[in-house]
């Protein structure tokens, strides 16, 4: 056994570059099919929503390390593509916050006052222009704590890469705790890493929903 050195440290928390990539492409992508899936399940298309209803409740259904798994795993014994650790985890992640997101979205777009859909529609304008210039807007200052807190979330679920290999900060610390042989130490110091990416926003997430009233205006 050897102790602990600046070189070890240095590895976990440079190790945070990669987790914070893997975060930031995971909510990029995730957006992208959260806002479709909220789209969908708000539409007066009566196919459109049940599509959006079951990949909802298809994605929420299956555990995220299963997911993680069947793709990882899964692609080259039932398709024969290899996929590296990196991509895996994005495509595993994204899926699941497209789910998670889609909900948070729809919820923030149907709590807009329904005099706030009877005004726009007497105005004669279409619905996407409705959408645009009056729905979402409201919709966006409603949905923002709630999608920073989900941030904090995604952010520690980033962890689960690890386990197909992506050296990650869980991954990094493996990895030293294994050549140390200090994992109380070591684990400590990557606990903190996370304190320090999820605590700036954990707080920001309380002071938007203070800032725009959430709660109050149910």
């Keep these: 056994m050897r102790g602990l050195s600046l070189h070890d440290v240095w590895m976990i928390v440079s190790a945070l570059r990669w987790t914070l990539l893997l975060a930031l492409c995971t909510f990029a992508c995730g957006a992208v099919i959260g806002l ?5 399940r708000t539409s007066h298309q009566r196919g459109l929503r049940a599509v959006a209803w079951f990949y909802v409740e298809l994605i929420q259904g299956i555990p995220l390390l299963g997911m993680l798994f069947l793709l990882f795993f899964g692609m080259p014994v039932f398709l024969g593509i290899d996929v590296s650790s990196f991509t895996a985890a994005l495509v595993a992640f994204s899926l ?6 889609g909900e948070i979205w729809r919820g923030s ?13 007497s105005l004669g304008i279409s619905r996407l222009q409705m959408l645009r210039t009056v729905i979402l807007p409201q919709a966006l200052r409603l949905s923002l704590p709630p999608t920073v807190g989900f941030s904090v979330q995604l ?17 990094s610390g493996q990895i030293v705790s294994g050549s140390t042989l200090q994992p109380l130490l070591i684990y400590l110091l990557v606990a903190l890493c996370y304190f320090a990416l999820c605590f700036p926003l954990a707080r920001l997430s309380l002071h938007l929903e203070a800032r725009f009233h959430v709660a109050g205006r149910h």
Excluded: C, D
């Design 36 to 40: 479709l899936v909220a789209m969908a």
């Design 96 to 101: 699941s916050a497209g789910a998670f997101l």
């Design 109 to 121: 777009i149907v709590a807009v006052p329904q005099g706030q859909w009877e005004a726009s529609l």
């Design 155 to 171: 952010i520690k679920n980033t962890s689960l890469a690890a386990l197909v290999g992506f050296v990650e900060l869980t991954r």
